[in-house]
């Protein structure tokens, strides 16, 4: 799943997604106050846009220069507080406690020796802010040729890197109550949900 993947799967159609923000962030971080909020993987921007018009002044990183390309040209009036950024953060980590939300929508982290991509997302957290990061329930699920949902973090691996200067506010399974996205690979039912704060 490198840049090339994902520009391909973009070019493949008009619009890969139906530019809605993911229904998880929104309910979450409505009741947030709004500062530097870090979207890995942002896709077309939808999320990012979101926050934005919400009061948040926005990092949204993805490895894809089309669908960075597509989410500026959709931001509007909100352009001012997004800073969009082809990056990828398996590789790339993020400043250090810079962020009051670090927001990972459905992000294919993949499991690295010695977890360095994954510390340095949480390293993003600033003491008081918030990590959500959300992923759909693949139990049950096979794997198929290229993705193995084994090869990547869940929500419940990464809550197990969790010291006690975090408190974990949400960890659980929900019903969606919006259809999959167009440009999901798998019809799936419910998400699983992350959220932490960081105390210090």
Request: charged share 20%; with cysteine; hydrophobic share 40%.
């Amino acid at each position: 799943m490198d840049a090339q993947y994902w520009d391909e799967r973009y070019r493949s159609r008009d619009r890969l997604y139906d530019g809605e923000p993911n229904e998880v962030l929104v309910a979450e971080a409505a009741g947030l106050q709004p500062g530097q909020a870090l979207d890995v993987g942002c896709g077309e921007g939808a999320d990012a846009i979101w926050l934005a018009r919400h009061g948040w002044q926005v990092t949204a990183v993805d490895i894809s220069r089309t669908a960075l390309e597509r989410a500026a040209a959709a931001a509007g009036d909100v352009a001012g507080r997004i800073a969009w950024a082809r990056a990828d953060l398996t590789a790339t980590p993020p400043p250090v406690a810079a962020f009051d939300l670090v927001s990972v929508q459905f992000f294919p982290l993949p499991r690295r020796p010695g977890h360095t991509a994954l510390r340095a997302l949480l390293s993003a957290v600033a003491p008081g802010g918030t990590l959500l990061f959300v992923s759909h329930d693949l139990s049950g699920l096979p794997a198929r040729p290229g993705f193995d949902p084994a090869d990547y973090y869940a929500p419940a691996d990464i809550a197990g890197f969790l010291d006690d200067a975090w408190t974990v506010q949400a960890d659980e399974t929900r019903p969606r109550t919006s259809p999959t996205p167009a440009g999901a690979h798998h019809s799936h039912t419910h998400d699983i949900v992350l959220k932490a704060q960081r105390l210090r």
